[in-house]
């Protein structure tokens, strides 16, 4: 089944305690993202990549790193949470960028106390 | 950059009445406009995507959106709403830097 995966589903964490979040796509897909959702606010983008070792920044990067060492996997990683950012997090991956549909893994919600 | 509005963040209708959700964007160039639904506890699913060969675009589960360059609309349609179209709906456009803009959403009621 094509499908993005996305662990853990959920994530509890102390402030300034490393995490990361993975990602990973079964349908050879050039492009994957990072995206967080909060009320009101929809969907932002945080960090995005067309291909293997090309990364870009979306509208809201700060506080976040991700890389492309893989094709299928795109880890996002939080090296000094902050409880601003608590928040749903989602990855998706397309075929090639933007002229291209996405497809979106279950979210992954993150508490950061 | 873009941005995309959506009007009403809530939504409400019958069963069997018509579903008008508004989307507005920002771009003078046209992006490439897509309609996506979520459903609880769930990712976003496509539901349609304006390809530029008609300004009439259909989707899933009945759903269509009209592409109006000179308003810079994509409003999204359904004839006659389902107990089932209970949903947050979101409108996103990308441009040609390959970034992704959301709108805010809007959650839809139907109401028996």
């Known amino acids: 089944e094509a499908q993005v995966t996305q662990n853990p589903r959920y994530l509890i964490t102390v402030t300034g305690k490393k995490l990361t979040v993975t990602c990973s796509q079964n349908m050879n897909h050039e492009y994957m993202s990072w995206y967080r959702q909060d009320p009101g606010l929809g969907l932002r983008q945080i960090y995005y990549?067309?291909?293997?070792?090309?990364?870009d920044k979306g509208d809201v990067p700060e506080g976040y790193k991700v890389s492309r060492k893989e094709k299928r996997n795109f880890p996002l990683i939080l090296e000094s949470p902050s409880p601003n950012q608590t928040s749903l997090y989602f990855c998706?991956?397309?075929?090639?960028?933007?002229?291209?549909?996405?497809?979106f893994g279950n979210g992954t919600r993150l508490t950061v106390t | 950059a873009q941005s995309v509005t959506q009007l009403g963040s809530h939504v409400s209708v019958s069963e069997g009445a018509l579903v008008l959700l508004r989307c507005n964007y920002s771009?003078?160039?046209?992006?490439?406009l897509f309609w996506y639904v979520q459903y609880p506890n769930q990712g976003l699913q496509l539901l349609l995507k304006y390809t530029s060969a008609a300004t009439l675009v259909k989707g899933i589960n009945g759903f269509e959106a009209e592409f109006k360059k000179s308003e810079t609309s994509f409003h999204l349609t359904k004839p006659s709403a389902h107990m089932s179209d209970a949903a947050e709906y979101f409108c996103a456009v990308s441009d040609r830097l390959n970034k992704f803009y959301f709108g805010s959403g809007t959650k839809l009621n139907v109401k028996p």
């Open positions: 998706a991956s397309s075929l090639s960028g933007g002229a291209s549909p996405l497809h």
């Open positions: 771009s003078s160039v046209p992006p490439y």
């Open positions: 990549s067309m291909n293997v070792e090309v990364t």
